[in-house]
C-alpha cells in the first residue's frame, strides 16, 4: 500500500498532511483573464512550463490528542488518497471526530460520503452559515450526516473547535471559509481555495482562477489573506499549493513568492 503524506507538529498537536491527488494540470485554470503570453511569462520566471504543471489536493488532518480532525475530504472515489492513506496511517475512519469544510466544490466535499454512507461515520460536520445558506443545503454528500444529525452548520467567523478559527473568504465561492490554526504559540494560516496555486495565484492576485465564483471579491479576500500572513509572521497552507503545500509568502513586487521551509 502507497500513500504520501508529510507529517508536522504544530505545538502539541501532530499534523499530517495527506496527498488526495498530485496530478498534471493546466495553468491556463488559474489564469482566467490572462492572456496565454502573460501566464508563459511568469511560469518561465519560475522555472515551470505547461508541461510540467502540476495540480494538487492537500488535506490537513490533525490530531490534537482529544480529537481527530480533517480539514475538507478531496474527491472522494476510485482516485482519492484519503481513506488508503488513513489505512497506511493506521487510522480509523470511524476515529475521526470533526470535519470542517471550506466550501462545496465536490474537490473538498467529495470524500465526505457516496451519498448514501457516510465515510466517518461519527464525525461531525460543519460547514459555513453562508456556505449552507446558497448553495450546500442541498448538497448530496452532505445528507448521510444530516440524516444522522452529523451536521453542524456553523457562523461565518470565529472558533469552530478549540485553536481553529473560521475566516470568511468569500468569493471562490460565495461562503468560501479560512481557516486559522493556533497552538501552544504555532500557527497554520489555511488559505483554502483563496488561492489556488504558490506560483501563479501568489504572482498575480487580479488573476482569477476559472472556478472563481465572483473574480473580484476572489481577489480582494486573497490579497487580504496574504497581507494578513505577512503582518502577522504567519505559516501558510494552501489546499491546491504543491504538496505538502506549507511554506511562508514573501512580498515581492505587487505580488508574493512563495518560500518553503522545513517547518
Ligand atoms: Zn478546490
Known sequence: MTGSFYKMALGSWALTIIQDQYTQGDPA????????EALD????????????????????????GERRVLIDTGVGGDEARLLPTLRLLEVDPASVTDILISHSHMDHVGGLSDDVTAAFPNAAVMIGQTEFDV????????MPYAQADLLRV?????????????????GHTPGHTAFLLENDGESLL?????????????????????????????????????????????RVFGYHFAFPGVGFVVPDGAGYRWVVLTP
Open 135 to 142: 448553495q450546500a443545503a442541498a448538497l448530496s454528500r452532505l
Open 41 to 64: 511569462a511568469v511560469l518561465t520566471a519560475n522555472g515551470l512550463n505547461r508541461a510540467v504543471f502540476k495540480w494538487a489536493i492537500n488535506i490537513v488532518f490533525i490530531e490534537t
Open 154 to 170: 456553523m457562523p461565518d467567523s470565529g472558533e469552530w473547535l478549540p485553536g481553529i478559527t473560521a475566516i470568511p473568504a468569500f
Open 190 to 234: 489555511m488559505l483554502m481555495d483563496a488561492a489556488n496555486n504558490n506560483v501563479v495565484s501568489l504572482t498575480r492576485l487580479d488573476w482569477a482562477f476559472r472556478l472563481d465564483a465572483d473574480p473580484a471579491a476572489a481577489s480582494a479576500t486573497r490579497r487580504a489573506l496574504l497581507e494578513k500572513a505577512v503582518t502577522e509572521n504567519r
Open 29 to 36: 485554470n488559474f489564469a482566467a483573464n490572462a492572456t496565454a
